[in-house]
């Protein structure tokens, strides 16, 4: 199936990662943040000091306690984290030298139905790899999704490039998705860009169905790729992952324990040398920055620039990201920036004259170039947005608490992802992102 989008932007940001594998030093401690995870409340069940193998639970699900955290290195529990009233913010694992790994038992595809996948990576703490619309939460294992969808590509700012990650990954790829294709009764959706020649082991997978996505960003977003593929009704779930989660739920089966080894992007206008890592969940950025990153105060994001989170120099990807961003901080002010010819200013309209050069890269920063106001009518979230809701109403509902409203202009189609270009374009300064949280927020607790 071929599906083109025609809405969307893709934003010119200098510092894409080459295509390059390079060393670390392994890091003194690993973090596993329940923050990561959107409305989880943890249940510890370790404390400081004790030691935990890779793959042994630190807390689980306070409301489900069926879906288990588990530690992605062996060591010794340092510290749990907390913040205002007492909300634990991060679990700090000391990590052994070399690391120890729980075993589980290992399964061939051919012997496991889907009680069993289930069961075993609820067991081994790969449950919240998989993740459900509407409301982007960990999935509900008694659920049964309509469909599954796997977008084998990022169309975000200096994504990674999955087709370079995943070059000779074919068979391990393909077991993962013959796992967690038995999780459904329906379609399972593996998506590649079709603006590029995707790698073999995406273009040969079997026993999916293979979706070719044409335009610009936010074509890469896995909630674009739901509404015009199998749109999401009240009552529907649909489930989804990212390409190096299959090949994690792959190597778990196949060699017994839980590896939380990925591959990351270092990217951003203020880093020397932009390149790929392979790394193990939870790691501190530290010692990938290090003696690798340009003067000047600088903005460090776990994700990318339109949706990711900010940390501080030390801090740990989260666990959802592949990618981290360096970019200038922004924190100055403009008198009439906007009278300026703006040459090396970038802008979605033709404010400035940069409009003209548009393969040109820029250093862009995180100055918003403004404060929050009334909003004004211009038609630019329509612009960016391919989903066949009216945006701005639907912020309004949210705005104003209208559940009914909210329902009927396809709050469940919608995700805060899939507002970030709107929020970027905004002339009002508007938090889109935030403002459809808190709607989904609270349609899932009024509604559930």
């Known amino acids: 199936m071929d599906v083109r989008i025609y809405k969307g932007a893709n934003i010119k940001i200098k510092g894409v990662a080459d295509r390059v594998y390079a060393n670390i030093s392994k890091s003194s401690y690993y973090a596993v943040k329940p923050t990561d995870f959107h409305l989880l409340i943890p249940k510890m069940v370790v404390k400081v000091g004790d030691y935990v193998k890779a793959g042994e639970i630190l807390f689980f699900d306070k409301n489900n306690d069926q879906i288990k955290f588990t530690s992605p290195v062996s060591g010794v529990v340092s510290d749990i984290v907390r913040g205002p009233k007492r909300k634990i913010l991060k679990v700090l694992v000391k990590s052994d030298d070399e690391i120890v790994y729980k075993q589980f038992e290992k399964k061939s595809i051919t012997d496991i139905d889907r009680s069993i996948i289930v069961k075993d990576m609820l067991n081994g703490g790969l449950w919240p790899l998989i993740r459900q619309r509407p409301f982007a939460t960990i999935a509900n294992p008694s659920d049964k999704p309509k469909s599954i969808f796997i977008s084998a590509f990022d169309s975000s700012p200096l994504a990674p490039d999955n087709d370079f990650i995943f070059h000779g990954d074919k068979e391990l790829f393909q077991m993962g998705l013959d796992i967690v294709s038995k999780l459904s009764e329906g379609t399972t959706h593996l998506n590649l860009d079709g603006n590029s020649n995707s790698a073999q082991s995406f273009r040969n997978a079997s026993g999916v169905q293979i979706n070719n996505i044409y335009g610009p960003h936010p074509s890469g977003n896995v909630g674009v790729q739901i509404h015009h593929i199998d749109p999401i009704n009240k009552g529907d779930i649909v489930w989804y992952l990212s390409p190096q989660d299959i090949v994690m739920i792959a190597r778990f089966f196949r060699d017994g ?99 003209l050069s548009r393969k040109k890269e820029y250093d862009l920063d995180s100055n918003t170039h403004g404060e929050e106001r009334a909003y004004v009518v211009t038609g630019q979230y329509e612009s960016y947005f391919p989903i066949d809701v009216f945006p701005v109403q639907l912020v309004k509902a949210v705005l104003i608490e ?31 992102q935030s403002i459809i949280r808190k709607g989904l927020d609270l349609i899932k607790k009024e509604c559930s």
């Open 257 to 355: 324990k839980y590896d939380a080894s990925k591959i990351i992007a270092l990217t951003g206008s203020k880093v020397k040398k932009p390149r790929y890592y392979r790394i193990v969940q939870g790691m501190s950025i530290k010692s990938i920055v290090d003696n690798n990153l340009y003067e000047g105060d600088k903005r460090f994001i776990s994700g990318n620039v339109l949706t990711g989170t900010k940390i501080n120099e030390d801090g740990y990807i989260s666990y959802y990201d592949f990618q981290i961003t360096v970019i200038p901080e922004g924190n100055y002010s403009e008198f009439f920036g906007w009278l300026l010819p703006g040459l090396n200013k970038f802008s979605l309209s033709r404010t400035f004259f940069s409009w």
């Open 402 to 432: 209208d559940i009914e409203l909210m329902e009927k202009l396809g709050i469940y189609e919608v995700d805060t992802e899939d507002f970030a270009l709107c929020e970027y374009s905004c002339t009002s300064k508007v938090p889109v």
